[in-house]
């Protein structure tokens, strides 16, 4: 069975950082990401990485200051938030995939960024 526990979730200043990582059980993904949903907004992509680490993407307003990893040994993937701002608060889920889609999702953890 799959499961995937995220943690690092909390409330910080702008201008703050924060570390989500997100340990997934079970068995290993090739894609590992992480996806916000905003109050009123719909779920959107944060960014992602491939096993090896050597592809990475990011949505264009976080590009700069977050940064995506992954601990294969640990089966973890890590979201690295830096210059944090009010428009990032909100729930951030981790997703993990094989080819081409988001398979397993985790149960969120809450961003509040206060200006």
């Known amino acids: 069975q799959v499961q995937l526990v995220e943690s690092g979730g909390g409330s910080v200043q702008a201008g703050g950082s924060l570390r989500l990582s997100c340990a997934v059980s079970?068995?290993?993904?090739?894609?590992m990401g992480w996806f916000r949903q905003a109050p009123g907004k719909e779920r959107e992509f944060v960014a992602a990485?491939?096993?090896?680490?050597?592809?990475?993407s990011y949505v264009d307003s976080v590009k700069g200051r977050f940064t995506i990893s992954r601990d294969n040994a640990k089966n973890t993937v890590y979201l690295q938030m830096n210059s944090l701002k009010s428009e990032d608060t909100a729930v951030y889920y981790c997703a993990v995939g094989v080819a081409g889609s988001w398979d397993y999702w985790g149960q969120g953890t809450q961003v509040t960024v206060s200006s």
């Open positions: 990485i491939s096993w090896s680490g050597g592809s990475r």
């Open positions: 079970g068995r290993t993904f090739r894609s």
